[in-house]
Every structure is written in structure tokens, then in C-alpha cells.
């Protein structure tokens, strides 16, 4: 078992700047891909970026791609998803998840949190 906790969602202007963190707890950090997802109201949760176990590999969603950054600090068994220029279509809650690496699939989420991105 994973456990998955996301901090760091606010309210920010549109142009601005967020770090969401994701603090995990239970087993390896270090067996998991990691990655962010987000729901915009009335939209299906959709990928915006993931890292694999050793933080050697990146991607992004094209809608992200360029400012957004998502990183990983194994030691501290954190991920953090770095969002810079900010737009109003990019408020959702962003939910952290864990792919284990023999995995096809994220096998556990975390509880999401609140991004508004004022216009």
C-alpha cells in the first residue's frame, strides 16, 4: 500500500505560479513512476505529467509542456509538479498517483487538490 497526500493548491492569478507537492508513505518510493492528473469541473481527469522511479525520465501533456516541471526527490519520498504561467483552463484538482513499475496502471491516488486560476 501507497499512501498518496497532495498539498500546495490555492487560488493565483492567471500568469502566476504554484508548487503542488505529493508526500507518499508505505512502500519502495522508489518502485513507482509518479505522476499528476487533473479534473476540471464537468471534464474527465486527464494526465499532465509523469516521472519514472529514478527521475530520469519525463512527460508532459502538450496543454503543460513548457511550463509546467515535474520532479522527484526520493529521499524525502516526494514528487512535486512546479506550474508557472498560469491559465484560467488550467483550474481542476490535481490528484498525485503511483504506478508501480511492473504496473500498466497508476494503482493508487491521492485525495487532490484545489488549483483556481483567476482571470
Known amino acids: 500500500q501507497v499512501q498518496l497526500v497532495e498539498s500546495g493548491g490555492g487560488l493565483v492569478q492567471a500568469g502566476g505560479s504554484l508548487r503542488l507537492s505529493c508526500a507518499a508513505s508505505?512502500?519502495?518510493?522508489?518502485?513507482?513512476?509518479m505522476g499528476w492528473f487533473r479534473q476540471a469541473p464537468g471534464k474527465e481527469r486527464e494526465f499532465a505529467a509523469t516521472i519514472s522511479w529514478r527521475g530520469h525520465i519525463t512527460d508532459y501533456a502538450d496543454s503543460v509542456k513548457g511550463r509546467f516541471t515535474i520532479s522527484r526527490d526520493n529521499a524525502k519520498n516526494a514528487v512535486y509538479l512546479y506550474m508557472n504561467s498560469l491559465k484560467p483552463e488550467d483550474t481542476a484538482v490535481y490528484y498525485c498517483?503511483?504506478?508501480?513499475?511492473?504496473?500498466?496502471?497508476?494503482?493508487?491516488w491521492g485525495q487532490g487538490t484545489q488549483v483556481t486560476v483567476s482571470s
Open positions: 498517483a503511483a504506478q508501480h513499475i511492473t504496473s500498466d496502471e497508476y494503482d493508487y
Open positions: 508505505g512502500r519502495a518510493f522508489t518502485s513507482y513512476n
